[in-house]
């Protein structure tokens, strides 16, 4: 079945760095478009980064210039490096996978890692 394990998140002072990693396993990773979604409490879940197949990215205007989104097909692996860190990014993030080429998408999630930034 498929697992997306997430990793490296935890406390961080504002204007800190993390690097989250995503380990996908049981899906056919060079032909899935990868992404990072965060969820902070009492809001909805929110896109953060995601990265296509031919590598194409794409960013919530909230961490242009601050998040970089990276993939290695090597290594079943997708990483959210998180730079310049706010207190306004504490969340849950979460890992999402999916296939382009199916006519009908299937998302599947990460059980998410908690990044907490303090002021």
């Known amino acids: 079945q498929v697992q997306l394990v997430e990793s490296g998140g935890g406390l961080v002072q504002a204007g800190g760095s993390l690097r989250l990693s995503c380990a996908a396993s049981?899906?056919?990773?060079?032909?899935?478009?990868m992404g990072w979604y965060r969820q902070a409490p009492g809001k909805q879940r929110e896109l953060v980064a995601t990265?296509?197949?031919?590598?194409?990215?794409n960013y919530a205007d909230s961490v242009k210039g601050r998040f970089t989104i990276s993939r290695d097909n090597n290594k079943n692996t997708v990483y959210l490096q998180m730079n310049s860190l706010k207190p306004e990014d504490t969340a849950v993030y979460f890992c999402?996978?999916?296939?382009?080429?199916?006519?009908?998408?299937?998302?599947?999630w990460g059980q998410g890692t908690q990044v907490t930034v303090s002021s």
């Open positions: 999402n996978a999916y296939y382009p080429r199916d006519f009908r998408r299937t998302d599947y």
């Open positions: 049981g899906i056919s990773f060079s032909i899935a478009a």
């Open positions: 990265i296509t197949i031919s590598r194409n990215t």
